[in-house]
């Protein structure tokens, strides 16, 4: 490869930048003197890759029938506020501030209705469970009594 040129679409980036193959093939101690010495005349890369890319946007927004991209990068500097626009602002928070008081209260209250309900279902729960193991227990003595009283009658009937 004897020379590599890098050139912007644009006539504005018509600069190039050229490398040759052989100083970046090479090893020996005298090409790292050339380079030590290329890096202190060589200008920075970045600026011609960014033009050649933003040239290339533009050639297919322009290929495709789209408008040309204007991009404004600058920076944006603090409005200065009038007093009425600044006071708006402060009532403006002063409510803000209300309302995401009032909402945490609610989230508590609903917090705290939710823990009882909780706690009351619970207590519900046990009571249903105990009143269970009663029945169980009445149904069971009932059973016995039943078996029982048929054993009996069998053996009155029988003497009777």
């Not at 590599?4 to 093939?25: C, F, H, P, Q, W």
């Not at 920075?44 to 789209?66: D, F, H, N, T």
């Not at 009594?145 to 048929?150: F, G, I, K, R």
Request: hydrophobic share 30%.
């Amino acid at each position: 490869m004897p020379n590599a040129t890098i050139r912007g679409e644009d006539d504005t980036v018509a600069k190039y930048i050229k490398m040759d193959s052989s100083s970046l093939n090479s090893t020996s101690d005298d090409d790292s003197v050339n380079q030590d010495n290329c890096k202190s005349t060589r200008k920075p890369v970045l600026p011609y890759i960014k033009a050649e890319l933003r040239c290339k946007i533009q050639r297919k927004r322009l290929s495709q029938g789209l408008p040309q991209l204007q991009a404004d990068f600058t920076e944006k500097r603090p409005t200065i506020l009038t007093k009425v626009e600044h006071e708006k602002q402060i009532v403006r928070k002063e409510r803000n501030k209300l309302a995401a008081r009032k909402c945490r209260q609610r989230k508590r209250q609903i917090t705290s209705l939710l823990q009882e309900e909780i706690r009351e279902l619970a207590e519900e729960n046990k009571q249903l469970k105990e009143r269970i193991r009663c029945l169980e227990l009445n149904r069971e003595q009932f059973v016995w009594s039943m078996l029982n009283n048929q054993v009996t009658m069998k053996m009155f009937g029988e003497f009777v």
